[in-house]
Nanobody, 126 residues
Framework: VQLQAFGGGLVQAGGSLRLSCAAS????????VAWFRQAPGKEREFVAV????????SYADSVKGRFTISRDNDKNTVNLQMNSLEPEDTGLYYC????????????????????WGQGTQVTVSS
């Protein structure tokens, strides 16, 4: 599976961005799809995951209520709608896919994911 993330950019605090990730090589209808991010000087961290074609998404506490992950299995894409952005949301955002058979908590860690996109930069100015 090859993943291509796009949609990042520069936005002022309080603004919105929509990230998208397109997959090729294999349909990901049975996979979990997720977004991670990495701020400068920090480790990569979990943002959100959508497990397979059903079930509720899971979010990091820091983005809950502001970010929404969605997927379109027909188009093989996963999106991340980011509202009320804060300077702390600045970072390189990665999409990733993992087998859909794990318990929820497994998806909060990088080790669950088999395929990663190249990242798209999000910069939020204060």
């Amino acid at each position: 599976v090859q993943l291509q993330a796009f949609g990042g950019g520069l936005v002022q605090a309080g603004g919105s961005l929509r990230l998208s990730c397109a997959a090729s090589g294999r349909t990901f209808g049975t996979y979990a799809v997720a977004w991670f991010r990495q701020a400068p000087g920090k480790e990569r961290e979990f943002v959100a995951v959508h497990r397979r074609s059903f079930g509720s998404p899971s979010y990091a506490d820091s983005v809950k209520g502001r970010f929404t992950i969605s997927r379109d299995n027909d188009k093989n894409t996963v999106n991340l709608q980011m509202n009320s952005l804060e300077p702390e949301d600045t970072g390189l955002y990665y999409c990733a896919v993992a087998p859909g058979r794990y318990a929820l908590s497994v998806y909060w860690t990088e080790g669950a994911y088999e395929y990663w996109g190249q990242g798209t930069q999000v910069t939020v100015s204060s």
